[in-house]
Nanobody, 123 residues
Framework: QVQLVESGGGSVQAGGSLRLTCAASARPTINPTMGWFRQAPGKERELVAAMKWSGEPINVADFAKGRFTISRDSAENTMALQMNNLKPEDTAVYYC????????????????WGQGTQVTVSS
């Protein structure tokens, strides 16, 4: 069973930056789609961004455009989410996910999920 492990969360002030990473214990599947979701207290889980295994972004939420960048990390089987100009409304638990099918992943139905990492942005 492939495991996804997120890291890099923490507490920052508004305007600050964080870099999240997601390390997969192995390549999740053939040509997987990878992505980040987030869930704030009392809200539904929402897509942040998704990419092909090559690192090509394929979905980026409007709130993330211009501030967040999804990419392959230099470490093997690792994905990153660079978050700049963070706002208090970005406070949430961020989850890494993977699936063979893009359509399943962007709907939040990916087969593989990490345990989540907390991001807290103070004003």
């Amino acid at each position: 069973q492939v495991q996804l492990v997120e890291s890099g969360g923490g507490s920052v002030q508004a305007g600050g930056s964080l870099r999240l990473t997601c390390a997969a214990s192995a390549r999740p599947t053939i040509n997987p789609t990878m992505g980040w979701f987030r869930q704030a207290p009392g809200k539904e889980r929402e897509l942040v961004a998704a990419m092909k295994w090559s690192g090509e972004p394929i979905n980026v939420a409007d709130f993330a455009k211009g501030r967040f960048t999804i990419s392959r990390d230099s470490a093997e089987n690792t994905m990153a989410l660079q978050m700049n100009n963070l706002k208090p409304e970005d406070t949430a638990v961020y989850y890494c996910t993977a699936d063979r099918l893009q359509t399943k992943l962007v709907l939040g139905r990916g087969d593989y999920w990490g345990q989540g990492t907390q991001v807290t942005v103070s004003s």
